[in-house]
């Protein structure tokens, strides 16, 4: 996307008008920043200004569009990092520490808007925005922010009321792409779940099946969690477990022979599994589902 090739930024003051629907624009901007150039470059307010090794903590919203090169994101009290490209989206929430650079060799172009009200807590609060701070672009975002650049170099305190819409707007697509995601999330999650309820006798490692999903294993794991309540690894001993209690209290065979149907080393791996998550063996927790002389 264009934006007429000029640099500009603009930090604009509380708005009444705006406040009233829950949205004021409070700056906006576009850098280009070639390969070599250094990074960020000083000229913005205190507040907003940040150093690599400092990092940074905003008093409200900021939404950042990447049209052009690539570089990375640190966020969160983990130091989590994501690498951005062309075409990423930055969200970034007040009061949670972040630093982001481009990549020396290839630079990048940035557009953002900064926005504080309701609407915004709103929508972090109630989770249709976030945790994942990163999302991918669209015609409408990138038109949006177009729109933007236009409004704020021609005159920005003036244009403020129809900036703050603009950014409903893009807070609005970024809420449909979250929820988008967390159903595609959800389908595949069910899908995981269902192949290894298929294979509890002869379970995939958990980073196996991360890499199957090309995903890193910390982010399925995080993803696992969020959709049943426990890991991945937690997940597949519970249901070989879950299948146990079914050999034990159905069938008569030994323990022996359900260690070996469910995939254990040995007998002795089995029940220290059993106990661990029942708290008694499984000899223990027969013979209490089916007393002697029953």
Known sequence: MGAEGRDYFVYLSENRLCAAWGCTASSSGYTEIKPG????PVRHPDDHHFDWERGRILQAYQIILVSAGRGRLQYGPAHSVMEISAG???????????????????????????CRGSAFDFA??????????????????DGAFETIHHLARADANANQPVLATLGLQLLAHLAKSAESSARNNSFLIQKVTRNMHSRCSDPERPETLARELNLSYSHFRQMFKEHTGISPKRYQITIRMQRAQDLLANTNKSIKEIAAILGFNSAFHFSR????????????????LHPAGS
């Open 37 to 40: 150039m250094v990074y960020p």
């Open 88 to 114: 990423s989206i930055m969200l970034l929430m007040p009061g949670i520490w972040h630093r982001y650079s481009p990549d020396d060799r290839t630079g990048w172009t940035e557009h953002w808007i900064e």
């Open 124 to 141: 972090a609060q109630a989770g249709l925005v976030g945790p994942d701070p990163v999302y991918r672009s669209n015609a409408d975002i």
């Open 273 to 288: 599994q059993f106990n661990e998550l029942y708290g008694t063996s499984p000899r223990n927790w027969r013979a209490h």
